[in-house]
């Protein structure tokens, strides 16, 4: 099976930075896209940003020019460095893969959320 893990969450101030990390472990042959998702209390969980196994990327209109999106393939991590931050931007985010293993062929993987907490 593949198990993502995240970190780097925590709380900061208004303007600070964060950079999240996700790797992915397990029977991997390959990673297509990984992106990373939020979801703050009462509301949908939404698409920040995302990219391919080539390195393009796509970010939500809230976030861009704020938040970057970078991987390494060579260790299956994602990371997304958040600067700027808002309290808006508070939330639980989630790291996701689209995953080709040995076994199961393509499927998508999720990580178990880390709490990103922005105060004014």
């Known amino acids: 099976q593949v198990q993502l893990v995240e970190s780097g969450g925590g709380l900061v101030q208004a303007g600070g930075s964060l950079r999240l990390s996700c790797a992915a472990s397990g029977s991997i042959y390959s990673i297509n896209h990984m992106g990373w998702y939020r979801q703050a209390p009462g509301k949908q969980r939404e698409l920040v940003a995302a990219i391919t196994s080539g390195g393009s990327t796509n970010y939500a209109d809230s976030v861009k020019g704020r938040f970057t999106i970078s991987r390494d393939n060579a260790k299956n991590t994602v990371y997304l460095q958040m600067n700027s931050l808002k309290p808006e931007d508070t939330a639980v985010y989630y790291c996701?893969?689209?995953?080709?293993?040995?076994?199961?062929?393509?499927?998508?993987?999720w990580g178990q959320g880390t709490q990103v907490t922005v105060s004014s």
């Open positions: 996701n893969a689209e995953v080709v293993t040995y076994n199961f062929g393509s499927q998508r993987y």
